[in-house]
């Protein structure tokens, strides 16, 4: 018997791996964007202790937890869910660059004002647990394409047109 991969079950893999790759970025975002709020005078100090001015701090203090609350809410929204990852990218970039300096020795001394899980990590683990959040952003966002482009013209019904349905 030969077995033949079809249409949609091409559609449910990629399905179910997008609402992986989701449910692990909310493991992330929720977490550390919570923990900073909670423990807010502990992130603040650590920001502050960062090899950059504090005017920058004061705006990071303020714009990283809500900016990580917003990529939670937009990837749990359908309609908000390519902006919650684009912006996950944008952040796992930055964080993954800062982190990529720090190793490459930019500054005597190296700081982190991670929360949760990430505290504990040193700076090469950190490096990695970023990166692979990165990639896991980027999958995620080629896989919302993919998805959208495979649902295109699905409406269409036999004798209708497609004019009608762009």
């Known amino acids: 018997m030969e077995t033949t991969i079809t249409y949609q079950d091409q559609r449910k893999k ?8 989701i449910a ?3 493991l992330l975002w929720v977490p550390v964007s919570i923990d900073k709020i909670i423990d807010f005078a502990t ?15 004061y705006v990071l203090i303020y714009t990283l937890p809500a900016l990580e609350l917003l990529i939670a809410f937009a990837l749990v929204s359908e309609k908000f869910r390519r902006i919650g990852l684009i912006l996950s990218i944008f952040l796992m970039t930055v964080f993954t660059g800062y982190v990529a300096v720090a190793l490459l020795g930019a500054w005597e001394k190296r700081p982190c004002g991670c929360g949760s899980v990430i505290k504990g990590m040193n700076w090469i683990p950190h490096f990695f647990f970023n990166l692979f959040f990165l990639v896991l952003s980027i999958s995620g966002l080629y896989l919302w394409y993919k998805l959208r482009g ?3 013209g699905s409406e ?3 004798g209708g047109s497609a004019k009608r349905q762009i």
């Open 14 to 21: 990629k399905q179910i791996a997008f609402n992986i790759v």
């Open 24 to 26: 692990l970025l909310l």
């Open 43 to 57: 992130f603040k100090d650590g920001i502050l202790k960062q090899p950059f001015s504090n005017d920058l701090g």
């Open 150 to 152: 495979s649902d295109m």
């Open 156 to 158: 269409i019904t036999e």
